[in-house]
């Protein structure tokens, strides 16, 4: 059997870094990346015989756990009857149906293949109804890799230092405005310096990628109000937050109403989908119906919609939310507390089923303050973990994510790791020459 470590040499013979998305290389961290031979349940199993408590989720998507029955059967029972035909099926409707109904902002609803189209498409939308150009963004908000988003944008470049990528023209960049996360003066700002050209703003309405951060009180409802008084559309990018926060995401737990939400990750099941919608006069300018194109070959693929229906519905029953509210601040609570007791500076966040622990005395707001964090510390805790079998994200700047299939026993031994290790880390970081 190949161990990773054989496998990584060989992907790295024919992939860039031997990975199909960077942060999953583990540069950050200073080891190889693990190779995952299955998963089931709370649990992700590599190559090398191991076996782990996956708070990475597949980066979000998981959030009832690898393999539910319920998905697994929906999914199989569409593998029999076609893979993609190209054509509309009821299973399109269906979802687009249940998206409706989790989110009243959202009357009608395009589906696509990944995070990053949604918010491209949403982008073009926006712009093709407003006809303006300029975007605002938020320093360390992602929003997907498409060319205007990629300017300060988040996680994968911010473990990487990437400030902005090559390849970006400069003509694309300058139409996009970053201001940083949880400043609406900043947002005023930029709004009063370019009057009538602002087509949209984007947010992560609880920020993810960089590590999470959640909104200060009033922020989103006053990027609601300066919109509204400048005619810009508000987008929710609730690629992250849909469905893992509340059943309604961002847009429900803190009742603020964008103009346009952004779906991926737990909509699509484990299956490559995303979704982008709002209200039905900016949906309607969309192809066939409206002048703004938009396509693609497997949008609303049959399986993934299968997937995507049987997650979402799985998720509506009564207590999923209250449950993972409980997970979530059981384990935040708890990292704290490991942290706390060993003397180790930390600033933990948590909202609803995602958290991080910043190793950083805090508070953390924005990027600014995340970026405070001690790496070398986050990557030492991270491979300490993970040898006592928890797998969590290879980044300072990543959610933990709690879901649906960790018990209550997963959560206290996860939390007896973290003891152990951080009263490790007090120890070296003692020994260490200059100590801290
Ligand atoms: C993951 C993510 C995206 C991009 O989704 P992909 O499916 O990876 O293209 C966009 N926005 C947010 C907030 C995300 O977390």
């Known amino acids: 059997m190949p161990t990773s470590h054989d496998l990584f040499a060989r992907a790295q ?30 649990h992700v199993h590599d190559v090398d015989g191991n076996t782990y408590l996956d708070f990475v989720q597949s980066w979000g998507p998981m959030i009832l756990g690898h393999g539910h029955p319920e998905v697994l059967e929906a999914v199989r029972t569409q593998l029999e009857r076609g893979t993609t035909y190209g054509a509309p099926t009821e299973l399109e409707t269906e979802a687009a149906e249940l998206v409706c109904a989790a989110f009243p902002s959202i009357e009608m609803v395009r589906f696509v293949s990944s995070g990053t189209e949604a918010v491209m498409s949403a982008i073009r939308l926006a712009r093709g109804f407003t006809g303006r150009d300029k975007i605002i963004k938020f320093d360390g908000n992602y929003h997907g890799h498409s060319d205007a988003m990629l300017v300060a944008a988040g996680s994968g470049l911010l473990t990487l230092g990437i400030p902005s990528t090559p390849g970006v023209t400069e003509g694309t960049a300058g139409d996009t405005i970053v201001v940083p996360y949880n400043d609406l003066g900043a947002v005023e700002a930029v709004f009063a310096g370019n009057p009538d050209q602002i087509a949209a703003l984007i947010v992560e309405p609880v920020a993810g990628n ?227």
């Not at 024919?14 to 995952?36: H, L, Q, T």
């Not at 509204?228 to 961002?250: K, N, Q």
Request: hydrophobic share 40%; glycine share 14%; with cysteine.
């Open 210 to 436: 960089m590590g999470c951060v959640p909104p200060a009180e009033g922020f989103l409802a006053g990027l609601r109000a300066l919109c509204d008084s400048h005619g810009a559309l508000l987008i929710f990018d609730e690629v992250i937050t849909g469905f893992r926060i509340a059943y309604g995401g961002a847009q429900e737990r803190y009742g603020v109403t964008p103009d346009l939400t952004t779906l991926g990750k737990i909509i699509g099941g484990g299956f490559p989908v995303g979704a982008f919608g709002g209200r039905r006069e900016i949906m309607d300018r969309l192809a066939p119906t409206g002048p703004v194109y938009q396509a693609g070959t497997l949008s609303g693929n049959p399986v993934a919609m299968a997937a995507g229906i049987a997650t979402m519905k799985v998720l509506g029953r009564d207590g999923v939310y209250a449950d993972l509210e409980e997970k979530g601040k059981l384990l935040a609570a708890g990292l704290k507390r490991a942290a706390d007791e060993a003397g180790i500076p930390a600033s933990g966040t948590q909202v609803g089923a995602m958290g991080t622990l910043f190793f950083t005395s805090g508070p953390v707001t924005d990027w600014k303050s995340a970026a405070l964090s001690d790496t070398e510390r986050y990557a030492n805790y991270f491979r300490k973990m993970l040898e006592r079998g928890i797998w969590l994200a290879p980044s300072q700047f990543e959610c933990c994510f709690t879901s649906c299939a960790l018990t209550h026993e997963d959560i206290e031994n996860t939390v007896l790791a973290a003891e152990e290790v951080m009263g490790e880390l007090a120890v070296e970081s003692f020994r260490a020459p200059g100590g801290g």
């Open 13 to 42: 013979r024919f992939i860039p870094g031997g990975v199909d998305s960077p942060v999953r290389a583990y540069k950050s961290v200073g080891i190889e990346p693990r190779f995952v031979d299955h998963a089931e349940g709370a």
